[in-house]
């Protein structure tokens, strides 16, 4: 018995395609960087998360203390720092 074809079905294949064909893609390209490259994947244990920690929270500390100082914002102040 042959099944009359819906529009759902074909919304359902574009569906899959257009989600899923980004991680075929990326796959692809990763592998291939591998491979070009010749480089090799670096064991969790061996990656530094900590060293620069202490500049970037100096860092971070020093805006804050310029935000703080400059005192509450009004209506544009803050508009703006959201969109800057």
Not at 45 to 69: C, P, R, V
């Amino acid at each position: 018995m042959v099944r009359p074809r819906l529009a759902q079905d074909d919304a359902d294949r574009e569906f899959f395609f257009t989600n899923y064909v980004g991680i075929a893609s990326f796959a692809g390209i990763y592998i291939a960087a591998k491979l070009w490259y010749k480089t090799k994947l670096v064991p969790l244990h061996e990656i530094d998360y900590l060293s620069g920690k202490a500049e970037i929270d100096a860092d971070e500390q020093y805006w804050l203390d310029q935000a703080a100082a400059r005192g509450p914002l009004g209506f544009w102040g803050r508009l703006l720092d959201k969109f800057i």
